[in-house]
């Protein structure tokens, strides 16, 4: 059975119509599309170009050059001018800079004005306040002096010992006088600057005399000292230079203390006083240089120098 349906499919009469074998056939594979020959005409068609010449080729390396040699010069121009940030930082430091010695000198005006309120109300914050409104400041600034009554006290001390030298150095009358007769006219012209304050001067002590006052109270009344002994002309370097700078400052502090209870006209009693504090310590100081060549000549007498006499004498 099965030979038989082989046979009639290979049979001429059931083979299809050639028009139909040929439609079969036809849609085989077409190798000739795949041919070079045969091109579609709708694809676009790229023109052949000749090689580069060595100019072209030199012409990227040129341009490369020529922006490293750009790069180059721009980072280097970079590295000539500093970051921005540095200038700014130097800007905000000159600003500060700036706002300090505002502030320094707000307060240095604030201070001046207050001296004109201290007679009526003192050395306190009320008189710092009306010295703020007369130069035109916020009451409130005040506030920003850490010690208050006490910077007041020390701008005085201060600027009465700027006057001083001052004076000193304009003063020509003091080349004419001796030592003592200097030392006593430098301490008056000191003490003369505070009379316009005497009748509240004795709160200004009573600030300096505040544990937390003392030291800077102390360093002025050292500098007050050594400029009086400095425009007298002593240049001392031994342990008399302590002695009398000591001295000294015993004498200006005892005669402050004596011109608060003088009534004279003029404090011509606080002055009497002063010269004669002046002369006992000058005359002290010769009697003791008197003593002192006694002693030497004692002591050369019996065949000891000075040092030895005094080691003796401490030994025992």
């Known amino acids: 059975m099965y030979r038989t349906a082989a046979q009639r499919l290979v049979s001429p009469h059931f083979l299809p119509s050639t ?3 040929e439609r079969l056939f036809s849609t085989g594979v077409n190798s000739s599309r795949y041919s070079p020959a045969n091109q579609s005409p709708n694809l676009p068609q790229r023109p052949l170009q000749p090689p580069p010449t060595p100019e072209v080729l030199d012409q990227p390396h040129a341009t490369s050059s020529s922006s490293t040699t750009s ?3 721009s980072s280097s121009t970079q590295q000539q001018q500093p970051p921005p940030r540095f200038d700014s930082q130097q800007q905000s430091s000159r600003a500060r800079r700036k706002r300090a010695i505002d502030f320094e000198e707000e307060h240095a005006s604030v201070l001046q004005a207050s001296l004109r ?3 009526r109300l003192g050395w306190n914050q009320e008189a710092m306040i009306a010295g703020a409104r007369d130069v035109e400041l916020s009451p409130s600034i005040v506030g920003s002096f850490p010690r208050k009554e006490a910077a ?3 701008f005085f001390m201060d600027k009465c010992l700027d006057d001083l030298i001052d004076r000193i150095e304009s003063e020509e009358g003091l080349k004419n006088l001796i030592i003592s007769e200097r030392v006593s006219k430098l301490v008056r012209i000191r003490l003369e600057m505070q009379a316009p304050y005497i009748s509240k ?8 005399a505040l544990p937390q006052n003392v ?3 102390f360093k002025q009344r050292a500098m007050l000292v050594d400029e ?3 425009a007298v002309g002593d240049e001392g370097s031994d342990i008399d230079w302590y002695v009398k700078r000591t001295i000294l400052g015993g004498i200006y502090s005892t005669t402050e203390v004596y011109m608060l209870t003088d009534s004279s006209p003029e404090f011509h009693d606080t002055w ?3 010269d004669s504090r002046v002369k006992d310590a000058f005359e002290l100081k010769k009697t003791m240089r008197e003593m002192q060549h006694l002693a030497e000549a004692v002591g050369t007498g019996m065949g000891i120098s000075l040092d030895g006499f005094m080691k003796g004498i401490f030994q025992r």
């Open 215 to 217: 030291p800077t109270s």
């Open 19 to 21: 028009r139909l074998r």
């Open 201 to 208: 001067w004795p709160q200004a002590l009573s600030i300096q």
């Open 152 to 154: 007041l006290v020390e």
């Open 117 to 119: 309120h201290v007679n």
């Open 272 to 274: 009497a006083f002063l």
């Open 71 to 73: 790069s180059s010069s």
């Open 228 to 230: 009086i002994w400095h």
